[in-house]
């Protein structure tokens, strides 16, 4: 039996789940462990764009600014916020 | 105690019910408050905040079939920075009555009993029965920064109004049972959003909010949501940008890139919570609950992406207004979370509920107390206020809990809520017939003076200065009419003009007089003798 005849079974098999699971998860709400996630990524991102607004604007001067460090007090809430739903698994955000 | 129930908790309940009542008419006359300020101003027939007269030219612009996106760089040299759907309201109107400020300002008005009434409906769906919804509704209207800005010309608050019934439509859409009712409600919540955002810019915070909640509840329903925005907002968008040319771009975004003062922003933070920090504190509280143990509710996310917002009120030109829509999500959400909370209090166990019972009513009296604001020297508010010893602090006889006893206020406060006098109304029409009576244009940072006169209105000071500040003006024609002294007359209220506008004049006009209407003056230059024809 060639190699292929085996395969092609299992990867329909395959592409069926993937249509079957694919679907679903994106008519489910979101859970908190996932919507934390998304938070700590966001959290994450937004400091080091916060931070690298320093790095690539080379003609700044002094550091971070008023306008800098407020932002950066805002994203670093989100990523605690983040972390603090981890914990709490499956259940609908 | 089984006990003590016969004897407390009708004692209890009593007094919980007095408190409520008390608070209900606390806020209702804060209702009467605002009302009797609208009808002021809707009879006021010149501009009373800074920029409502730029707001009727827009109006009337429409009303003639043209642009109010235009090129600063020829004559009259005005634009608007704002999308149009408020001024597109109003052109009914101008048809009918032509330029004046009485339409603009009751369809403001009627926006901010619009959107209190959304969350009246809010509460009450979704908090359940009793006092809580209409106290919700009232402590909108009650808030220091609703009041003063609700019965301008302008088009905030239409934009708050479409914001909450956005919200209040798309809150319980997903269990909504039937697939049609449910497409409905997407479409309808979707139109909204884009009428807000067709009002003012700043309902992207709405836009956010909403496609935020729904993804979180079902990413794909986000996801079809934010294509729909997307695609018919992108849509007109672009369609209003090839058809004026890429002024709609210009003077609507490009233009509306400020300075930010972060001091600014954070001075108009204490001061909202300072204001509303009876109701953000239950509403912070429930929105914890639900992020930690129940599921978010669209307006827990509305609050935040409004707060987030809010904070852009340390741009130049911004201000207290910009929390406006963190003030409709606060009462919503304080409603409902007092609802929920009253709800849940252990009836058998009378001294565990005691506390609550009493204690949200309190909040709402404390919130009545902290947003004190009424006229000093009006009837029916006089009396009371000389009952309560209230000195005003602010022009015009108004007392504002928002300004210190001195009258200071942070910056970015608006410097309005008080009534307009007699004596207003008799400066405005001598400003107008100083205005009819030179010859040729005038250039003035108001509009009302020129427009009741019949003459052009020149500029829109605040866009040259957003554009000045943005390196996208030049000014050379103004300039030279300046030097030119083709203006038979300048009218300066804040001076809001590009420094090398503001330099031309003080080079080529003199001070003449100086007219307090409002109690701002309004300073009058003419040509200098030496240069003059």
Same mark, same amino acid.
Request: proline share 6%.
């Given at each position: 039996?060639?190699? &292929?005849?085996?395969?092609?079974?299992?990867?329909?098999? &395959?592409?069926?789940?993937? @249509?079957?699971?694919?679907?679903?998860?994106?008519?489910?709400?979101?859970?908190?462990?996932?919507?934390?996630?998304?938070?700590?990524?966001?959290?994450?991102?937004?400091?080091?764009?916060?931070?690298?607004?320093?790095?690539?604007?080379? &003609?700044?001067?002094?550091?971070?600014?008023?306008?800098?460090?407020?932002?950066?007090?805002?994203?670093?809430?989100?990523?605690?916020?983040?972390?603090?739903?981890?914990?709490?698994?499956? @259940?609908?955000? | 105690?089984?006990?003590?129930?016969?004897?407390?908790?009708?004692?209890?309940?009593?007094?919980?019910?007095?408190?409520?009542?008390?608070?209900?008419?606390? $806020?209702?006359?804060?209702?009467?408050?605002?009302?009797?300020?609208? =009808? #002021?101003?809707?009879?006021?027939?010149?501009?009373?905040?800074?920029?409502?007269?730029?707001?009727?030219?827009?109006?009337?612009?429409?009303?003639?079939?043209?642009?109010?996106?235009?090129?600063? /760089?020829?004559?009259?040299?005005?634009?608007?920075?704002?999308?149009?759907?408020?001024? $597109?309201?109003?052109?009914?109107?101008?048809?009918?009555?032509?330029?004046?400020?009485?339409?603009?300002?009751?369809? *403001?008005?009627?926006?901010?009993?619009?959107?209190? !009434?959304?969350?009246?409906?809010?509460?009450?769906?979704?908090? !359940?029965?009793?006092?809580? =919804?209409?106290?919700?509704?009232?402590?909108?209207?009650?808030?220091?920064?609703?009041?003063?800005?609700?019965?301008?010309?302008?088009?905030?608050?239409?934009?708050?109004?479409? /914001?909450?019934?956005?919200?209040?439509?798309?809150?319980?859409?997903?269990?909504?049972?039937?697939?049609?009712?449910?497409?409905?409600?997407?479409?309808?919540?979707?139109?909204?959003?884009?009428?807000?955002?067709?009002?003012?810019?700043?309902?992207?915070?709405?836009?956010? %909010?909403?496609?935020?909640?729904?993804?979180?509840?079902?990413?794909?329903?986000?996801?079809?949501?934010?294509?729909?925005?997307?695609?018919?907002?992108?849509?007109?968008?672009?369609? +209003?940008?090839?058809?004026?040319?890429?002024?709609?771009?210009?003077?609507?975004?490009?233009?509306?890139? #400020?300075?930010?003062?972060?001091?600014?922003?954070? !001075?108009?933070?204490?001061?909202?919570?300072?204001?509303?920090?009876?109701?953000?504190?239950?509403?912070?509280?429930?929105?914890?609950?639900?992020?930690?143990?129940?599921?978010?509710?669209?307006?827990?996310?509305?609050?935040?992406?409004?707060?987030?917002?809010?904070?852009?009120?340390?741009?130049?030109?911004?201000?207290?207004?910009?929390?406006?829509?963190?003030? %409709?999500?606060?009462?919503?959400?304080?409603?409902?979370?007092?609802?929920?909370?009253?709800?849940?209090?252990?009836?058998?166990?009378?001294?565990?509920?005691?506390?609550?019972?009493? +204690?949200?009513?309190?909040?709402?009296?404390?919130?009545?107390?902290?947003?004190?604001?009424?006229?000093?020297?009006?009837?029916?508010?006089?009396?009371?206020?000389?009952?309560?010893?209230?000195?005003?602090?602010?022009?015009?006889? +108004?007392?504002?809990?928002?300004?210190?006893?001195?009258?200071?206020?942070?910056?970015?406060?608006?410097?309005?809520?008080?009534?307009?006098?007699? /004596?207003?109304?008799?400066?405005?029409? /001598?400003?107008? %017939?100083?205005?009819?009576?030179?010859?040729?244009?005038?250039?003035?940072?108001?509009?009302?003076?020129?427009?009741?006169? !019949?003459?052009?209105?020149?500029? #829109?000071?605040?866009?040259?200065?957003?554009?000045?500040?943005?390196?996208?003006?030049? *000014?050379?024609?103004?300039?030279?009419?300046?030097?030119?002294?083709?203006?038979? +007359?300048?009218?300066?209220?804040?001076?809001?003009?590009?420094?090398?506008?503001?330099?031309?004049?003080?080079?080529?006009?003199?001070?003449?007089?100086?007219?307090?209407?409002?109690?701002?003056?309004?300073?009058?230059?003419?040509?200098?003798?030496?240069?003059?024809?």
């Amino acid at each position: 039996m060639a190699v &292929g005849e085996n395969t092609r079974p299992i990867l329909f098999q &395959g592409h069926g789940l993937l @249509r079957a699971i694919l679907p679903t998860m994106w008519e489910r709400p979101l859970s908190k462990r996932q919507l934390g996630l998304l938070l700590a990524l966001a959290g994450c991102a937004g400091s080091v764009a916060v931070l690298a607004i320093d790095i690539l604007d080379a &003609g700044r001067e002094g550091g971070l600014g008023p306008a800098q460090s407020l932002a950066l007090g805002g994203t670093l809430l989100i990523l605690l916020v983040g972390l603090s739903l981890l914990p709490l698994g499956d @259940r609908p955000a | 105690m089984p006990a003590e129930r016969p004897v407390f908790f009708p004692f209890l309940f009593r007094m919980h019910k007095a408190l409520m009542w008390a608070a209900l008419l606390l $806020l209702f006359a804060y209702l009467l408050v605002f009302l009797t300020y609208a =009808a #002021n101003l809707i009879q006021f027939p010149f501009d009373y905040d800074q920029g409502e007269g730029f707001e009727l030219v827009d109006t009337l612009l429409f009303s003639q079939g043209r642009w109010p996106w235009q090129d600063v /760089e020829t004559y009259p040299f005005y634009s608007s920075n704002y999308p149009p759907l408020f001024h $597109l309201l109003a052109v009914p109107f101008a048809w009918l009555y032509g330029p004046s400020y009485a339409y603009g300002r009751l369809l *403001g008005t009627l926006a901010t009993l619009v959107a209190a !009434g959304a969350i009246v409906f809010a509460v009450r769906r979704d908090g !359940g029965p009793g006092l809580l =919804a209409p106290l919700s509704g009232l402590a909108f209207i009650a808030s220091n920064t609703i009041y003063h800005i609700g019965p301008l010309n302008r088009q905030h608050m239409s934009m708050v109004m479409f /914001e909450t019934l956005a919200i209040v439509v798309l809150a319980n859409m997903e269990s909504v049972r039937y697939s049609r009712q449910r497409r409905r409600i997407f479409w309808a919540g979707l139109a909204l959003i884009l009428a807000a955002g067709y009002t003012k810019q700043l309902a992207l915070a709405t836009a956010l %909010a909403a496609m935020a909640f729904l993804f979180i509840r079902r990413p794909l329903r986000g996801l079809q949501f934010s294509a729909g925005l997307a695609l018919i907002g992108g849509g007109i968008f672009l369609l +209003l940008t090839f058809a004026t040319e890429g002024q709609w771009w210009l003077q609507t975004i490009s233009a509306n890139v #400020n300075r930010y003062d972060p001091q600014q922003a954070l !001075g108009l933070l204490q001061q909202w919570f300072g204001l509303h920090g009876f109701l953000v504190v239950p509403a912070f509280l429930y929105l914890l609950y639900e992020l930690y143990v129940d599921r978010l509710s669209i307006y827990s996310v509305w609050l935040v992406a409004a707060l987030v917002f809010g904070l852009l009120s340390g741009k130049w030109g911004a201000g207290d207004s910009y929390f406006s829509t963190a003030i %409709a999500a606060t009462c919503i959400l304080a409603g409902v979370g007092c609802s929920r909370f009253l709800a849940r209090l252990p009836e058998g166990q009378i001294l565990r509920a005691a506390p609550g019972f009493l +204690l949200i009513p309190l909040l709402f009296l404390g919130y009545g107390r902290a947003v004190l604001h009424l006229p000093t020297n009006t009837a029916p508010f006089d009396s009371l206020a000389a009952l309560m010893e209230i000195k005003p602090n602010a022009p015009n006889g +108004l007392y504002d809990s928002a300004r210190s006893p001195a009258g200071d206020f942070p910056p970015g406060y608006a410097d309005i809520g008080h009534l307009t006098s007699s /004596e207003d109304l008799r400066a405005g029409e /001598e400003l107008v %017939a100083i205005v009819r009576a030179v010859e040729g244009p005038v250039l003035s940072e108001d509009a009302s003076f020129a427009l009741l006169a !019949g003459k052009d209105v020149v500029t #829109n000071p605040t866009q040259l200065l957003n554009l000045a500040n943005n390196g996208l003006y030049r *000014g050379d024609v103004l300039l030279e009419m300046l030097r030119e002294q083709a203006f038979g +007359l300048i009218i300066l209220r804040a001076g809001f003009f590009p420094g090398t506008v503001l330099q031309a004049i003080d080079e080529n006009y003199g001070p003449a007089q100086v007219i307090t209407m409002n109690g701002f003056d309004y300073r009058l230059y003419r040509p200098r003798p030496a240069k003059a024809k």
